[in-house]
């Protein structure tokens, strides 16, 4: 499968607990991109990278949450102190530099925070 | 940030073109129109992306009137298997050049259902 990956696709956690994500992006693909999706809503853009570089993060949600994409190729999404609010669906996209808008979507990663 | 306004949810039946409209009256010059296709439990799949006039590829149509302060997408002869949440999205002419991400920005998309 050539597509893009997310890992775990389940999480249970408890409140307090730190949490990491981790996304396989397309091989050939330079922009990474994640989301968060809860019941109801469209998904809700956190940040993205072009290669290593993280070019937009003001869109996370609090400092508790960090992403990291060190070699350009797989990212990271960590979230600290986990509360109930977190509970979510992750999703990881990635997309080619110059494409003008087709984000592939991985599966994502359902996070529940008791 | 273009805005966009899509109707909550629609109805419809197996065999009839679906049209979904979605209003986006404070467009930019280079943004473009991009919908997006989601199931339960999945990510998005792009369907269809234009700037104006209309496009049309192997599943869908995007139709752009002049002004490009709305676009339609358009659904023909759908089935049961087309019930899923669309989602418009207007903006990106930063973010492709390497600025902000004003393109990346989901509503709450359009439920259709479809029924036999």
């Known amino acids: 499968d050539t597509g893009v990956s997310q890992d775990p696709r389940h999480k249970i956690t408890k409140r307090g607990q730190n949490v990491t994500f981790r996304c396989d992006p397309i091989?050939?693909?330079?922009?990474l991109y994640w989301y968060r999706q809860t019941l109801g809503q469209g998904p809700e853009f956190l940040t993205y990278f072009q290669n290593e570089a993280q070019l937009e993060k003001s869109r996370l949600l609090s400092d508790r949450f960090s992403a990291e994409r060190p070699k350009g190729s797989f990212s990271t999404l960590e979230i600290q102190r986990t509360e109930q609010g977190d509970s979510a669906m992750y999703l990881c996209?990635?997309?080619?530099?110059?494409?003008?808008?087709?984000?592939?979507f991985g599966e994502g990663s359902r996070l529940t925070v008791l | 940030l273009a805005k966009t306004t899509q109707p909550i949810s629609m109805d419809s039946y197996e065999g009839q073109e679906v049209n979904i409209t979605c209003s986006h009256n404070?467009?930019?010059?280079?943004?473009?129109i991009t919908w997006y296709q989601q199931f339960p439990s999945q990510g998005p799949r792009f369907i269809i992306q234009?700037?104006?006039t209309k496009v049309t590829n192997e599943v869908a149509s995007l139709f752009i009137p002049a002004d490009r302060k709305s676009s339609t997408l358009s659904l023909p002869r759908v089935s049961l298997s087309d019930t899923a949440v669309y989602y418009c999205?207007?903006?990106?002419?930063?973010?492709?050049?390497?600025?902000?991400?004003?393109?990346?920005?989901f509503g709450k998309g359009t439920h259709l259902i479809i029924q036999p």
């Open positions: 999205l207007v903006g990106g002419s930063s973010m492709y050049s390497g600025g902000g991400a004003d393109g990346l920005t």
């Open positions: 404070n467009i930019a010059t280079n943004d473009y």
């Open positions: 996209a990635s997309s080619l530099t110059g494409d003008t808008g087709e984000l592939f």
């Open positions: 234009g700037y104006k």
């Open positions: 091989s050939e693909h330079n922009r």
